[in-house]
């Protein structure tokens, strides 16, 4: 299914926007996308959050920001509380607005080791997103400049969300570092990007990042916040994904096509990731994309 594209609006007196959503019946499921990071906060709403090939369960509380043109969709299956509304407030502000917000207050540069770890999606813990849900709610009834003030407090009390979980992107961009040690693991990263469905080593990769192997290890647990074992798992289930979802292919051919030579072991590292077997995967989320397609 093709995502729709979204214009956000933005007040002439405004340079980003806040929505409160109040939905008496459901979140619907809503394929889009658009140029601007999206902050949501989503409350009193269970359901399955969709980002890219990403598929999760969100619960109450749910805070995640989406990167520029990521294809997304929230879509609720209950209420908390099934006498309320399902509640989300949504922030859009763009690359540009955080751009030069950085350029003229120095102070602020860190938010680009954010913006960068969230170039597809980042989803951060549940007491960061109960400390911050009383900020967020209360910008509801602020007016412009207490709200830009209490975004900005947002924002930068994410950065030290080191619990933060980061959705792999379809296409990899460089997250904030020293340069030089950026550019070896660009290189390495765009080399896993085209290479992940077929074997690779960690000695291979940290030749071509010309470090030793328990540099590798370091550099590369830093900047992407896991192992490379479980970064190949993440882009070859997402992959199965985005092809379980968009067609009809049985689960063999699935694995295949991903990098796995044994389907049960795909069956196992798929439940492992999503809580479900593909076949489950399928059943529950595909339908809602070959509907629309």
Known sequence: MKP????????????????????NDEIPFEWHHHPEYELTLTLNSRGHRYIGSDVQPYDDCDL????????????????VDPGQPHVAFVIWFSEA?????????????????????????????????????????????????????????????????????PIAPDQWTAVAGTQGEDARLHRVLDHIHVHYTEPLTVPVLAEMACVSVSAFHRMFR?????????????????????????SETNIATVAEAVGYSSVVFFNRQFKAHKGMTPTEFRRQHGRRFLQGA
């Open 97 to 165: 607005w955080a751009q030069s917000l950085m350029g003229l207050f120095p102070e602020l540069g860190r938010l680009r080791n954010l913006l960068a770890a969230a170039q597809c999606a980042l989803t951060f813990s549940p007491g960061f997103a109960r400390e911050l849900r009383p900020v967020i709610e209360g910008m509801a009834a602020q007016d412009d400049p207490q709200r830009l003030v209490s975004l900005l407090q947002v924002l930068t009390r994410l950065l030290h969300d080191s619990d933060a979980q």
């Open 222 to 246: 830093r900047h992407t916040r896991g192992t490379l074992l479980e970064y190949i798992a993440r882009l070859r289930i997402g992959r199965a994904c985005a092809l379980l979802l968009a």
């Open 64 to 79: 995640t920001l989406v990167g520029p043109n990521v294809p997304h969709s929230w879509c609720s299956a209950e209420g």
């Open 4 to 23: 729709s594209f979204e214009k956000v609006p933005t007040a002439a007196n405004a340079s980003w926007t806040l929505l409160h959503r109040r939905l």
